[in-house]
């Protein structure tokens, strides 16, 4: 993992912000400058991955595991343009919306979709979705870690996050805490969910109040997963297994021994599975 000396925390005035909180947790804002070490010599967690907690905790550690050299890479890169890196969706003419909607139509269509092609799929529909919408990625300075994530979409008092699922329903809870976050650490008082069927015309479209002791919970339960300070809970039923991108083809026990790997072990696969 990425590792480089850096000046206390209390000395690096001008490249984080002012403390806010989180709940009973002091967070920073990472705003770039000239005393940036640019290699952030904390681990990161990141909003979307830890979001994957709700479908498995195994997959979500590995995930962040495996995500630990883009995160420094992304945050170092933010650390040059005052720590915000800013994007805005394309706007699409209807032309340019047909050929998306019949490219998704058809991969559904193909039938066993492994992750790369479903994530494919959920950016296509979020291209559809997002039209036009900005947004920008941050990344935030905690005692323990750095926390890094880019919400799908962002005004002034709203941030949203978009999903698309064969079940929207399961889908919703997982995006909502991953909305949530991002409305605490961006201090905005709304996160609005929108989650679509692949395969149905179910929308789940949803604006809830920022909850910060629901951020400070998740954000402390992934680090302590990450850490090793506390153990995950396996899948709660065997089906996600075999979704699973780092299952029993790419080392993960639990498949086939039902034994939780150690951070060791999902170091391992991780490293394995980039």
Known sequence: M?????????????????????????????????????FHPKSFIGI???????????????????????????AALDDMSGGVHEFKHDTRR????????ETAAK??????????????????????????VSSERRHFELDDFFVIGCP???????????????????????KQIQGNLYAALWAKPLARIIVVGTESNERLDKS?????????RWL???????????????????GKCKRCRFNILNGCPFPRE?????????TTIASTSI
Request: charge should be neutral; glycine fraction near 10%; include cysteine.
């Open 220 to 238: 402390r339960h992934a680090w302590a997963l990450f850490s090793g300070a506390r153990v995950p809970r396996p899948p709660d039923y065997a």
């Open 152 to 174: 799908d979409g962002m005004s002034e008092d709203v941030v949203t996050e978009f999903g698309s699922s064969r079940y929207p329903r399961l889908k919703f809870r997982a």
């Open 107 to 132: 991969l559904i269509e193909s039938g066993n979709l492994d992750w790369e092609t479903r994530r494919y799929i959920g950016r296509l529909l979020e291209s559809l979705e997002l039209q036009g």
């Open 94 to 101: 209807a032309g340019g919306r047909t050929k998306i909607e």
């Open 48 to 74: 979307s991955d830890l979001a994957e907690l709700t479908f498995c905790e195994i997959q979500s550690t590995i995930s962040q595991f495996a995500a630990q050299q883009g995160c420094h890479e992304n």
């Open 208 to 216: 809830t109040p920022a909850d910060a002791t629901g951020a400070e």
């Open 2 to 38: 990425p590792k480089g000396k850096r000046s206390s925390p209390r000395s690096r005035k001008s490249d984080v912000s002012p403390p806010f909180f989180i709940g009973g947790l002091a967070v920073q804002q990472c705003v770039g400058g000239p005393s940036v070490d640019p």
């Open 258 to 266: 039902k034994r939780v790997p150690s951070v060791a072990e999902m």
